[in-house]
């Protein structure tokens, strides 16, 4: 299974879903939209991302996961009061706090929040299958 990402502008139920990607999702491989501090220029960095890969999905493919909202999707990129918020596997980092995580994961570890409020998906799903989906089958 892939890591998968969903990235967003603003946080909570009303928040916008930008794309998905279905492998790769660390943060740490996305310096590169993380550190953004201007919505307009998050949303370009991560549409860029989006375009160069295939196994990215964009809104007008539909929800491409079998769970109703992020709770579940391995990390989380939202664009929310002039920078960045990452949750990580349920629990919300800032990119300097993220990477404070990193080198010393014992200090630096928030509480888990499997209950953060994000956008409820399931009108919109149209789960991914093939590139898109994040599964691999080893035979």
Request: charged share 30%.
């Amino acid at each position: 299974m892939g890591t998968r990402a969903d990235f967003y502008v603003g946080r909570g139920k009303r928040a916008r879903w930008i794309g998905s990607i279905a492998y790769d999702g660390h943060p740490e491989n996305y310096h590169h939209i993380c550190t953004r501090r201007q919505k307009h220029t998050f949303e370009r960095a991560v549409r860029c991302e989006l375009l160069r890969r295939d196994d990215a999905t964009f809104p007008r493919d539909g929800w491409p996961w079998a769970w109703d909202d992020s709770n579940t999707t391995d990390e989380v990129f939202c664009f929310d009061k002039g920078r960045v918020r990452i949750c990580h596997y349920g629990r919300w980092f800032t990119w300097e706090s993220y990477v404070k995580y990193l080198n010393d994961p014992e200090d630096h570890l928030g509480p888990r929040n499997r209950d953060n409020p994000f956008p409820n998906m399931s009108a919109r799903r149209s789960m991914a299958h093939g590139h898109r989906s994040g599964f691999l089958l080893f035979a």
